[in-house]
């Protein structure tokens, strides 16, 4: 999808907004779940068209045969889920008025899931019966504006018309939240320095889901380099909230991931056993929460490895139940290092303070230094987040690593204005970036190629 498609699907997003909040009932916090469930419709129908000739090649050719299957059972092999006639979106776009839409959509969305057991409970059916009150067009009217998605549309763009949802939200009722949602450029320079190359990806703090999608595409992209290696990838997510949870699981669909998504409060809970169950680790964790219970997780092996963040002043004995950590931030740090394998790496966003924070929190960096842990740290521009615009810094860790080298990379001023508050990395710009950490690794070939490849795209313009 190029930009002015973007531009569009964006206005496209705001005029569905306007809609729901003059003709509906909803809230503007429950705008997202039906529109979000035809969105994913609308890609779930794009990928399969795209694997459809060989789904009907393959039916036919096995019809009569003993190895016959049904057109369900390689529909799934071929594209992970399978959609009847009556679920595709061209056949509820052209239903006529008189017909009752959404219900229609109510028993497409029940069907997937039907086909697709990972996705039970998770697709939007009766919302669109809501929508239906004072306009019963609505549901029609909603499929209308994103019949033009592209039907070449891949990746993570489900995940970022998430992240457009809520950052026009927050910003026309003014709404400050303390999470926020990591742009996909920062993603994606994430995953080209830490170069995920198949295995077990967990974040815990998994929002929309889009950093297993980057991951899964920088190991697609690799894969022609990495025959006969284990390439394969499984993604392990975590969300306190149940609707976020059923967002990650739609964007785990429609880019075929294999996988899970749990709910779960991650400083209490733990439903993935993480403890050293992971090859790599890429989360953006919410900043600066200081309400966590010092006593739930002063005892767990995931948060006291390298150390408890404590308060500096001692806490009167009366109150000792009632204590807070000062800081959840190296709570995460500790959660992204122990969840580690032996030659395990991550890649975690994280806000400024914590690269100089004092007293127990730096005993516990030092820590991290000391045992070889850290292998760089990258300071980020400001307005890179689409909600908020405090800087941030990505730190990496790599459990192989042997020296005591630490890469510290200043990205303050690489960054690209997209409008008057936001900035991205271009794909330039990442590449520039990543290339520091191949030859701080002494690959002195990846430079060269990266040159070469600059001067045949210039001799080819």
């Known amino acids: 999808m190029n930009k002015d498609q973007l531009k569009k699907l964006e206005a496209d997003l705001w005029s569905a907004a306007d809609n729901l909040r003059a003709n509906s009932d909803l809230k503007s916090s429950e705008y997202a779940t039906p529109v979000l469930g035809l969105i994913f419709l609308k890609f779930a129908d794009n990928n399969y068209r795209r694997h459809e000739k060989a789904i009907l090649a393959e039916y036919q050719q096995l019809?009569?045969?003993?190895?016959?299957?049904?057109?369900?059972?390689?529909?799934?092999k071929h594209c992970g889920f399978y959609l009847?006639?009556?679920?595709?979106?061209?056949?509820?776009?052209?239903?006529?008025?008189?017909?009752?839409?959404?219900?229609?959509?109510?028993?497409?969305?029940?069907?997937?899931?039907?086909?697709?057991?990972?996705?039970?409970?998770?697709?939007?059916?009766?919302?669109?019966?809501?929508?239906?009150?004072?306009?019963?067009?609505?549901?029609?009217?909603?499929?209308?504006?994103?019949?033009?998605?592209?039907?070449?549309?891949?990746?993570?763009?489900?995940?970022?018309?998430?992240?457009?949802?809520?950052?026009?939200?927050?910003?026309?009722?003014?709404?400050?939240?303390?999470?926020?949602?990591?742009p996909r450029s920062v993603v994606r320079l994430m995953v080209e320095i830490i170069e995920p190359h198949g295995g077990?990806?967990?974040?815990?703090?998994?929002?929309?889901?889009?950093?297993?999608?980057?991951?899964?595409?920088?190991?697609?992209?690799?894969?022609?380099?990495?025959?006969?290696?284990?390439?394969?990838?499984y993604v392990c997510g975590q969300e306190k909230t149940q609707d976020t949870v059923k967002l990650a699981k739609m964007n785990l669909a429609v880019n075929c991931l294999?996988?899970?998504?749990?709910?779960?409060?991650?400083?209490?809970?733990?439903?993935?056993?993480?403890?050293?169950?992971?090859?790599?680790?890429?989360?953006?964790?919410p900043f600066n929460v200081d309400d966590v219970s010092?006593?739930?997780?002063?005892?767990d092996k995931r948060f006291n490895t390298y150390g408890i963040p404590r308060n500096k002043s001692k806490v009167k004995k009366a109150d000792k139940d009632k204590e807070t950590v000062p800081n959840g931030n190296y709570l995460w740090i500790n959660l992204f290092a122990t969840s580690l394998k032996p030659q395990g790496r991550a890649a975690l966003v994280m806000a400024n303070s914590a690269s100089d924070a004092r007293h127990s929190e730096a005993d516990i960096r030092k820590k991290l230094i000391e045992q070889k842990l850290i292998y760089a740290m990258l300071t980020l521009p400001s307005n890179?987040?689409?909600?908020?615009?405090?800087?941030?810094?990505?730190?990496?860790?790599?459990?192989?690593?042997?020296?005591?080298?630490?890469?510290?990379?200043?990205?303050?001023?690489?960054?690209?204005?997209?409008?008057?508050?936001?900035?991205?990395?271009?794909?330039?710009?990442?590449?520039?970036?990543?290339?520091?950490?191949?030859?701080?690794?002494?690959?002195?070939?990846?430079?060269?190629q990266l040159v070469d490849r600059y001067f045949a795209t210039v001799l080819s313009s």
């Not at 400083?267 to 989360?283: C, R």
């Not at 010092?294 to 005892?299: A, D, P, T």
């Not at 909600?387 to 790599?398: C, E, G, I, K, Q």
Request: with cysteine; hydrophobic share 35%.
């Open 258 to 285: 294999r996988g899970e998504i749990k709910q779960g409060n991650t400083y209490y809970e733990d439903p993935h056993n993480s403890f050293g169950a992971f090859d790599y680790v890429l989360a953006n964790p």
């Open 63 to 76: 019809q009569g045969t003993r190895c016959e299957k049904s057109i369900s059972e390689i529909a799934i």
């Open 200 to 233: 077990k990806v967990f974040d815990p703090a998994c929002g929309s889901g889009g950093m297993f999608v980057q991951s899964a595409q920088f190991i697609g992209a690799q894969r022609e380099k990495l025959k006969g290696a284990n390439n394969d990838v």
């Open 84 to 182: 009847p006639d009556y679920a595709r979106y061209d056949y509820l776009l052209n239903l006529s008025e008189e017909k009752d839409i959404a219900k229609a959509l109510k028993e497409a969305m029940k069907v997937i899931e039907e086909y697709k057991p990972e996705l039970e409970g998770v697709l939007p059916k009766d919302e669109y019966a809501a929508l239906t009150r004072t306009d019963k067009t609505i549901p029609q009217q909603l499929l209308r504006t994103f019949a033009d998605i592209p039907f070449n549309t891949t990746g993570d763009l489900f995940g970022q018309i998430y992240e457009y949802f809520l950052s026009e939200f927050a910003r026309s009722e003014g709404q400050k939240g303390g999470e926020f949602f990591t």
């Open 384 to 448: 890179m987040f689409y909600t908020v615009s405090l800087p941030a810094t990505l730190w990496f860790f790599d459990k192989a690593k042997s020296d005591d080298r630490i890469l510290f990379i200043d990205a303050r001023n690489i960054f690209t204005q997209i409008d008057r508050t936001h900035r991205v990395f271009s794909e330039e710009q990442i590449q520039n970036i990543a290339i520091i950490s191949h030859l701080h690794k002494g690959r002195r070939e990846k430079f060269v």
């Open 294 to 299: 010092l006593s739930c997780v002063e005892k």
